[in-house]
């Protein structure tokens, strides 16, 4: 959920361009390394579709914090100072903490209309201000036939900037909070399909009501050929890109669905022809319309995914967003729990030593961005396509197993528990590690073959990793 704006200005890019030490070396050098580039497009992996897979052919597990303003820089609300988005720092934030994904945000409008009848602006945006006349926000209007390429640039070079890092970007193409959702009537009052704002005589809120949801449908075939223009000019720009992800909308409401169904076939049938495809993706529908779709991936809204999350089944690869969830909130054990489900958690982030957000970091902040760098480390050190979630095997109900080969056990509580090894012949390792300190201790060897109990050797809740020994 959009909660606050910040900043505004331009910052310019100007160019485009071994753990089987054991799981303590592993996590304690979590971070250090520079991010693996892509090798290729993501695609579904094709034998556990929890994932996804590149070039390479492992499976890639994302996960990593997200913010609102890391793309366009606009003006929160109230006395605090302006200041530009430091865009450098947020990649050295993610690269230190191990994460590899984060959502490219784009708030659709130009302007907010602020309750002290100031305007904060965002800059870039798709379309050109050529007038004539003024907008409601006295700049002059726009001409939605010229879409502006410093937007573009700007997508291609922050896009680019994270590719060399081995970060994957979704690329937002709308927002729902834009166009006046969740009553926000300032944001539709600077939105480019605002009726006062352009020189095309577009009208995205044909029934009057001081929003401009009606953009979100099929209903006016002008405003969707212009979607439809922009949309392509997206993939023209960073099609040829291997760590694109495209999202269709941020929170769109159901009524939505046909106009987002619509958009996923228009992405996949531009792309068809094109060298390489990407995948697409969709959330906050009810769960039946987001697993009926034929999106690739999906960020759920159920409060289900909270506090038991659901294992996933392989149906859809599962983003699962805190920002979906909460909004703002989520800890480090709802990182665990998810990645335990199959699931790639990411996280709704102030970043506030980034951004400068007035309200500051919460307590939870710091414990969720460090579980999951360690929950990337741990799957890049396991043979993920191979694991799924298995409830059946340990106490807690949160595994993920190659049965016979791999275990990995949350324990949300700590204390003990007992995990299902009969098909685990031969000698195994075990290790567990500390999510609250970010430690790993060897727990030695033991022979498969039957349910065995373990008990964790801190306070707390933990991580236990039990393999085949090599």
């Known amino acids: 959920m959009q909660t606050w704006w910040l900043n505004k200005g331009l910052l310019k890019h100007k160019t485009r361009t071994s753990l089987a030490a054991g799981l303590l070396v592993a996590l304690l050098t979590a971070g250090q390394a520079v991010g693996e580039k892509a090798t290729g497009p993501l695609r579904v992996h094709p034998t556990n579709p929890r994932y996804f897979t590149d070039g390479s052919g492992k499976a890639v597990y994302l996960t990593g914090s997200h913010t609102w303003t890391n793309f366009q820089d606009g003006g929160w609300q109230g006395s605090s100072p302006e200041r530009l988005f430091d865009y450098k720092a947020y990649l050295d934030f993610l690269q230190a903490h191990n994460h590899n994904f984060i959502r490219l945000w784009t708030p659709e409008t130009a302007a907010n209309h602020l309750e002290d009848g100031t305007w904060a602006l965002v800059d870039p945006v798709p379309y050109r201000r050529t007038g004539p006349g003024e907008a409601l926000d006295g700049k002059p209007r726009f001409d939605l036939t010229k879409l502006n390429q410093a937007y573009f640039d700007r997508l291609c ?148 995914y909270r506090d038991d999350p659901p294992a996933a089944d392989g149906r859809k690869v599962v983003i699962s967003d805190t920002d979906r969830l909460w909004g703002v909130g989520g800890d480090h054990r709802w990182v665990w729990k998810s990645f335990l489900r199959g699931h790639n958690p990411i996280y709704m982030d102030r970043i506030a030593a980034v951004t400068g957000s007035p309200e500051g970091d919460l307590s939870v902040f710091e414990g969720a961005r460090k579980a999951m760098g360690h929950t990337r480390t741990l799957a890049n050190r396991m043979n993920l396509a191979e694991m799924t979630p298995r409830n059946d095997l340990a106490s807690t109900q949160y595994c993920l197993a190659n049965p016979g080969k791999e275990y990995l056990v949350y324990l949300p509580e700590g204390g003990e528990v007992t995990v299902d090894l009969s098909v685990a012949s031969g000698v195994l390792e075990v290790e567990w590690f500390n999510p609250s300190t970010g430690t790993a201790t060897n727990g030695g060897t033991i022979e498969g073959g039957a349910k065995l109990s373990f008990k964790v050797p801190f306070e707390g809740d933990a991580v236990l990793y039990v393999r085949r020994k090599p």
């Open 157 to 304: 070079q922050r896009v680019l900037a994270a590719g060399e890092r081995g970060i994957y970007v979704a690329v937002m193409l709308f927002d729902l909070w834009g166009v006046g959702g969740y009553n926000n009537l300032g944001a539709w009052q600077g939105h480019p399909f605002h009726k006062d704002n352009n020189v095309n005589g577009i009208n995205g809120d044909p029934d009057g009501d001081g929003k401009g949801l009606e953009s979100h449908t099929l209903q006016i075939p002008a405003i969707t050929a212009l979607q439809k223009a922009y949309v392509e000019k997206v993939m023209d720009t960073v099609g040829d890109l291997d760590n694109v992800l495209y999202e269709i909308i941020n929170e769109g409401y159901d009524e939505t669905k046909e106009w987002q169904y619509h958009l996923v076939d228009l992405i996949k049938q531009y792309e068809a022809a094109k060298p390489k495809q990407h995948p697409v993706g969709i959330n906050t529908l009810n769960l039946p319309l987001l697993f009926g779709s034929r999106a690739d991936w999906i960020s759920p809204g159920s409060v289900g």
